[in-house]
């Protein structure tokens, strides 16, 4: 089974940068489908970018499109967020998830991920 510790996050400004990370761990990493969510208080929880098995394809909400960036590393087994100009309404606990079916779709609703980090809380002021 998949394993997914996340770190990266922190208190910040509006405008700043802070890079995520998900250090997965399983046999069945390098062929999992990757993806972020979100959850503000309050809010359901939002989908952020996915990205594919090989890191060819991604896909990305467009309330950060060309701002953040999914990526992935194989060979240390993690995935990164890239987040770029933050906004307070970045604000919000990130999650990790994985796909271990049906990867070769980019999916955005959170059921069709099977495997879930802890979390880790991104807090952008302004």
């Known amino acids: 089974q998949e394993q997914l510790v996340e770190s990266g996050g922190g208190l910040v400004q509006a405008g700043d940068s802070l890079r995520l990370s998900c250090a997965a761990s399983?046999?069945?990493?390098?062929?999992?489908?990757m993806g972020w969510f979100r959850q503000a208080p309050g809010k359901a929880r939002e989908f952020v970018a996915a990205?594919?098995?090989?890191?060819?394809?991604?896909y990305y909400a467009d309330s950060v499109k060309g701002r953040f960036t999914i990526s992935r590393d194989n060979a240390k087994n993690t995935v990164y967020l890239q987040m770029n100009s933050l906004k307070p309404e970045d604000t919000a606990v990130y999650y990790c998830?994985?796909?271990?079916?049906?990867?070769?779709?980019?999916?955005?609703?959170?059921?069709?991920?099977?495997?879930w980090g802890q979390g880790t809380q991104v807090t952008v002021s302004s």
């Open positions: 998830a994985a796909r271990t079916f049906n990867t070769r779709v980019l999916v955005t609703a959170w059921n069709q991920y099977n495997y």
């Open positions: 399983g046999r069945t990493y390098t062929n999992s489908a």
């Open positions: 990205i594919g098995w090989s890191g060819g394809s991604t």
